[in-house]
């Protein structure tokens, strides 16, 4: 009998502690769920805000990317009228000196005959002539009139930038050295530098001025075909470029320098034709007038 009371007492013991135990799990979650909940929020809305403050920062660098392209745009085109205006004084001042050089040597008076060279003028000037070749600097060291050595070409490549140098710079750093160059009659030098930047910025602002100086660079150095082609290419590359007709100018130059006076008078009509209120306009007239002029006189 007393083994029955024993049994029913355990049923009903493990009972209660299955009871406790369902309860405990089942409290567990229901209490740590609204502190998780909160965690997870706070979280998002920190994200968020970082979010914002991170899009207003993004907002003020591109706004102030924008102005430093507009500051930029404003000092290239500067730039193109500072030449524009260098260029024309230029032109002027070789205007008045070849007009001063003109009137100069039409009122030089004609002066008087040389005198025929005495016996003892032609002692003196062969002493001197034997004097000048016997000076030690005409001997080598041991004292025997000393060869011409002819000196190496210079390899102009040489003085241009190097590869990273010309990479490091930007577009108007490059082209301000270029056109210094030029304005420093460093022709050679100038005609690397343009070379260089026309293949490194071939689409830039500059590149039309960039390849009009290129140009004048070679008309400076007499090599007029090499002068010809670079011009044509502003005309050809860059059509509304304000260097086109400043390159119809100088081609019908170059055509003279050549002796080719038809090109050269075609180069001063197109100029006159397409741009009638430019500057160089007048001077293109007076070019067609003197060649028309020449060809007149040339007829039989």
């Known amino acids: 009998m007393w083994k029955r009371y024993v049994l029913v007492f ?3 013991a493990l009972s209660a502690c299955a009871e406790l135990q369902q309860s405990a ?10 502190k998780g909940e909160g965690l997870l929020k706070q979280q998002i809305v920190n994200a968020q805000e970082q979010n914002a403050r ?13 102005s430093l392209k507009n500051e930029i745009r404003g000092l290239e ?8 205006k260098i260029d024309r004084i230029g032109q002027k001042m070789e205007t008045l000196a070849s007009s001063v050089s003109t009137s100069a040597v ?10 025929k060279e005495t016996e003892a003028d032609q002692t003196i000037r062969q002493a001197l002539k034997r004097a000048s070749q016997e000076t030690p600097s005409s001997r080598s060291p041991g004292g025997s009139p000393s060869s011409i050595v002819p000196q190496a070409p210079v390899d102009f490549k040489k003085s241009a930038p190097s590869e990273k140098k010309r990479a490091s710079l930007s577009p108007q750093e490059a082209y301000s050295r270029a056109y210094r160059s030029v304005r420093e009659k460093k022709n050679k030098k100038a005609i690397l530098q343009f070379e260089a930047f026309l293949q490194q910025f ?16 070679y008309y400076d150095m007499r ?19 304000r260097k086109v007709p400043d390159a119809l100018y100088k081609k019908g130059l170059a055509y003279m320098q050549i002796k080719d006076t ?7 009509e197109k100029l006159i034709q397409r741009f009638p209120d430019h500057p160089l306009t007048s001077r293109a007239r007076k070019r067609l007038q003197s060649l028309n002029h020449t060809s007149d006189n040339k007829r039989p």
């Open 223 to 241: 090599d007029f075909p090499a002068s010809l082609k670079e011009f044509q290419k502003v005309i050809s590359r860059y059509p509304v470029s």
């Open 262 to 268: 038809r090109r050269a008078a075609l180069e001063f």
């Open 10 to 12: 355990l049923l009903f």
């Open 202 to 217: 071939p689409k830039n602002r500059l590149a039309a001025n960039a390849q009009y100086w290129l140009g004048e660079s």
């Open 106 to 115: 039409s009122r030089t008076p004609r002066g008087p005959s040389p005198k």
């Open 25 to 34: 799990e089942d409290g567990g979650p229901a209490s740590s769920s609204p």
């Open 54 to 66: 991170l899009e207003v920062r993004v907002s003020k660098f591109e706004a102030n990317i924008s």
């Open 77 to 84: 085109t500067q730039q193109i009228r500072l030449e524009e």
